[in-house]
């Protein structure tokens, strides 16, 4: 139960259309991709300034209030999920963009603005901002902040923190900092001591609000080359991806999915099978065209015996094909089944073998579990799903695959990776955390929250248990 005086001076203090109690839309707001938490927020509010969220967030720091901060809801961890009774405060209310700064080459937005819209705003003028997933369409900024977004192109552009050159942040108490720079902080150089804006860039909301950003743009790129390619088997894959990197091609997205990953993709959605003979292994690859010469290539790799087939995309209609086969992926597998997530990165000199000890580890103690293996393996990213059998219940699939996660992060551990990659911690692996951070650096991150968020009210539970 919200304390009475504070449900009081939401309805005094605030506009009228601030809160709902909607119960369908606090089902909406109060939850993510992940399926395994039920969500029960309290109530939600939409602000729609920095302003707002500020007075809000003072309001929840005086009487205790525990708020999950929402964006796009996109994540896979839990992160934005409002399990317990908090109060969701979205940002999708505030989507302003200002005018890009073309001399700059950075762009204002609010933390609510969609990922696409930016691309889409800066596009007439030939800029991008780089970053990019299949998600596009519905995540936010704010939320690829949070979380330090990765996707399709990191590969060649780098993770979401190295485009973001300045934030406005609302910490847990409501004060505002504009970080990276007075007034916008559009600067490529600001050597002034310890970079908070880097700390607040993936910490999943737990230390403070992101509700503006200025981020840094690039040259879109020229014309594109998309290729798809059927190969043998993983060791192909990652074969393929040395020859190709040895080339004098500029590589814009290099990524792969297995026939199961295929197959449930096809059930969902009405695409064409790409090729005549089917194959295990499949590889999308995009390079920027430049001076490349396509025949040529192809050829190269045909004769070289590291593909079975392969197609090139003769049209943009063609690319989004061929991009479709892969990004529609994630989505087709929750639309066919209950997929448990696991979203991994390794060094990617080290992929072959981990993924020989994942296959032996899989078979040895899950036989007849299907596992959909795809990911962006040019930059070491796996994301590993395991399909609930039908026969099998969802509170015992569910031990199976916590059993199953504790034998595989014990691999990533060995093999020097990472047990999330892209998603975050949020609920889900706060028990798998130890596999990558130290005991030393989990105490360190609890005393920043100790600092920034004294009474835990902000994303309570995400990361690591209370303070």
């Not at 692996?429 to 609890?446: G, V």
Request: aromatic share 6%; charged share 25%.
């Amino acid at each position: 139960m919200l304390p009475e005086a504070f449900t009081a001076a939401l309805k005094r203090d605030f506009p009228r259309d601030f809160a709902t109690y909607d119960p369908k839309e606090l089902l909406e707001l109060g939850k993510d991709w992940t399926k395994v938490y039920a969500p029960a927020p309290s109530l939600a509010v939409l602000p729609r300034s920095t302003a707002e969220v500020s007075r809000f967030l003072a309001l929840c720091h005086a009487h205790g209030v525990a708020v999950v901060p929402s964006g796009g809801r996109t994540g896979l961890a839990g992160g934005a999920v409002a399990a317990n009774g908090e109060v969701v405060l979205s940002l999708s209310r505030m989507r302003r963009m200002e005018p890009v700064d073309v001399l700059g080459g950075t762009v204002r937005v609010e933390a609510g603005a969609v990922t696409q819209a930016v691309h889409e705003h800066c596009a007439p003028l030939g800029l991008t901002w780089p970053v990019d997933f299949a998600s596009k369409g519905s995540s936010q900024v704010g939320g690829n902040i949070a979380t330090n977004a990765g996707g399709v192109k990191v590969i060649r552009y780098g993770l979401t923190r190295q485009w973001v050159l300045g934030l406005q942040v609302v910490l847990a108490d409501g004060r505002v900092l504009e970080l990276g720079g007075a007034g916008g902080g559009a600067l490529e150089k600001n050597n002034t001591g310890i970079d908070l804006r880097q700390l607040f860039i993936g910490s999943e909301g737990i230390l403070g609000v992101v509700t503006e950003a200025t981020l840094k743009l690039v040259r879109a790129p020229d014309e594109l080359d998309v290729f798809l390619f059927a190969v043998r088997d993983l060791a192909a894959v990652l074969a393929l991806f040395r020859a190709v990197r040895q080339k004098d091609v500029t590589i814009m997205a290099y990524e792969f999915f297995t026939d199961r990953c295929l197959d449930r993709l096809l059930r969902h959605r009405n695409l064409r099978q790409p090729f005549a003979a089917p194959a295990t292994h499949y590889v999308l690859l995009e390079i920027e065209r430049q001076a490349t010469d396509v025949d040529k290539f192809i050829h190269e790799i045909f004769e070289a015996a590291l593909v079975t087939d392969g197609v090139v995309a003769q049209s943009s209609q063609q690319a989004q094909e061929l991009w479709a086969l892969r990004e529609g992926i994630s989505e087709s597998l929750s639309a066919t089944g209950l997929p448990h997530k696991n979203d991994i990165a390794l060094p990617v000199g080290g992929l072959e073998a981990f993924c020989g000890e994942l296959d032996a580890l899989f078979a040895m103690r899950y036989p007849g579990w299907e596992i959909c293996l795809f990911g962006h393996i040019g930059d070491g990213n796996l994301h590993v799903n395991v399909m609930k059998p039908d026969a099998m219940g969802k509170a015992e699939f569910l031990r199976e695959t916590k059993a199953a996660d504790g034998h595989m992060f014990a691999l990533v551990e060995k093999h020097k990776g990472s047990v999330s990659a892209e998603h975050g911690i949020g609920l889900l692996k706060k028990d798998a955390l130890k596999y990558t951070r130290s005991a030393e650096q989990i105490e360190i991150m609890r005393q920043l929250k100790r600092v920034l968020d004294p009474k835990g009210i902000l994303n309570p539970g995400k990361i690591f248990d209370a303070v």
